[in-house]
């Protein structure tokens, strides 16, 4: 059974790096592609980036000029961070893990497993 | 504001049928299949349907989703109380190049 956790600081001071990580376990981070998520309060989530090992990583737009997302295979951990903080990126963040395939131009994309998430807060 | 489109509430009692709607454009849920989670806050949301209505292993067939052109819906028969929880919508969004999410629909059990 696949598991993930995020960690990192609960609280990061406005114009800082917001850095966390998604622990895996029940799975190689080697394998498929893995993904944070955002849901600030009161809206609906939204995707912040993904990677793949070997692959290489695809940003939301709105976020790529700040945005980093890393493997650590050697801790099969996945990183994500931000930085230049704003309170706009307080939100609880999530990891998980995708599914993606294309056939004949439809896309099914899906994430089947997720972490319980963590919030930050961007606060001086 | 969220790309697809969720009514913010739905509610029914104890073995009722609920629907839950899910509306986008030609570049995301008419190009692409449809997943759909539900959330308890706190704890990690769950995959209920994936490409438009298939069910993971676990989740009952009570659950079951469907599409037609550029909407979606997510369908709960024999209600129960512990349905009560967020439901979201999410697909592939071709002029992204990413996932999008509907804004979320809270079901309420009466």
């Known amino acids: 059974q696949v598991q993930l956790q995020e960690s990192g600081p609960g609280q990061v001071k406005p114009s800082e790096t917001l850095s966390l990580t998604c622990t895996v376990s029940g799975d190689s981070i080697k394998s498929d592609y893995w993904s944070w998520i955002r849901q600030s309060p009161g809206e609906g989530p939204e995707w912040i980036g993904y990677?793949?090992?070997?692959?290489?990583?695809n940003y939301n737009p709105s976020l790529k000029s700040r945005v980093i997302v890393s493997l650590d295979t050697s801790k099969n951990e996945m990183s994500l961070r931000l930085r230049s903080a704003t309170a706009a990126d307080t939100a609880v963040y999530y990891c998980a893990r995708v599914k993606f395939s294309m056939v004949r131009g439809v896309v099914t994309h899906y994430f089947d497993n997720w972490g319980q998430g963590t919030l930050v807060t961007v606060s001086s | 504001q969220s790309v697809l489109t969720q009514p913010p509430s739905a509610s029914g009692t104890p073995g009722q049928r609920v629907t839950i709607s899910c509306s986008g454009s030609?570049?995301?849920?008419?190009?692409?299949?449809l997943s759909w989670y539900q959330h308890l806050p706190g704890t990690a949301p769950k995959l209920l349907i994936y490409s438009n209505d298939q069910r993971p292993s676990g989740v009952p067939d009570r659950f079951s989703g469907s599409k037609s052109g550029t909407s979606a819906s997510l369908a709960i028969s024999g209600l129960q109380s512990e349905d009560e929880a967020d439901y979201y919508c999410?697909?592939?969004?071709?002029?992204?190049?990413?996932?999008?999410f509907g804004g979320g629909t809270k079901l309420t059990v009466l």
């Open positions: 030609a570049s995301n849920v008419g190009s692409n299949t």
């Open positions: 999410a697909t592939w969004d071709d002029s992204l190049n990413g996932p999008v």
């Open positions: 990677i793949i090992h070997g692959g290489g990583t």
